[in-house]
T-cell receptor
């Protein structure tokens, strides 16, 4: 299957700082990438959908000014958590699919801890 | 919105046992996938199965789209099968909805 790489795998940051998470499709071009958030012992919740070269579409209740998404190329999407607070601590997972493929592939996730 | 229900929520097996996990969904879907989330959080694609039956080694899956459910079979379970199993359905293009998962613990 296709490979989606996410970096970093884990990050600890101070409250008030910003953190950038990268999601790369390694062997295919991802016209669409998705960002999910997972709280401990819970399921994945879709945060936003990003399409290459256009603005991301955010799900209801997700603050777009706090969670900045950029999909500047067909192989890279970034999620920036701005002015992070402890309540932003969570597991963030990206997924991607290419134009001709209906199957979505997931990155290994990033565990964010804000102290 | 669409409801995706997985059962059982928790499952404890002895190594070597077989199990069936179920995913029910409340609306017609375009896509259904099964995933295994390992203890480190990584999501691993198991099956892309909007309908029909597929098998991959000790795992197999069946989706009956007309009756809105999917089953994941695990045979001869191993300790490495432990983790959380999610099904996810796609209603509208690019909108995936995840079930709450089945947490599997396979004991040696």
């Amino acid at each position: 299957g296709a490979v989606v790489s996410q970096h970093p795998s884990w990050v600890i940051c101070k409250s008030g700082t910003s953190v950038k998470i990268e999601c790369r499709s390694l062997d295919f071009q991802a016209t669409t990438m998705f960002w999910y958030r997972q709280f401990p012992k819970q399921s994945l919740m879709l945060m936003a959908t990003s399409n290459e070269g256009s603005k991301a579409t955010y799900e209801q209740g997700v603050e777009k000014d706090k969670f900045l998404i950029n999909h500047a190329s067909l192989t890279l999407s970034t999620l920036t958590v701005t002015s992070a607070h402890p309540e932003d601590s969570s597991f963030y997972i990206c997924s991607a699919r290419d134009w001709g493929n209906t199957e979505a592939f997931f990155g290994q996730g990033t565990r964010l801890t804000v102290v | 919105g669409i409801q995706v229900e997985q059962s059982p929520p928790d499952l404890i097996l002895q190594e070597g046992a077989n199990s069936t996990l179920r995913c029910n969904f409340s609306d017609s879907v375009n896509n259904l996938q099964w995933f295994h989330q390992n203890p480190w959080g990584q999501l691993i694609n198991l099956f892309y199965i909007p309908s029909g039956t597929k098998q991959n080694g000790r795992l197999s899956a069946t989706t009956v789209a007309t009756e809105r459910y999917s089953l994941l079979y695990i045979s001869s379970s191993q300790t490495t099968d432990s983790g959380v199993y999610f099904c996810a359905v796609e209603l509208d293009f690019n909108k995936f909805y995840f079930g709450s998962g089945t947490k599997l613990n396979v004991k040696p």
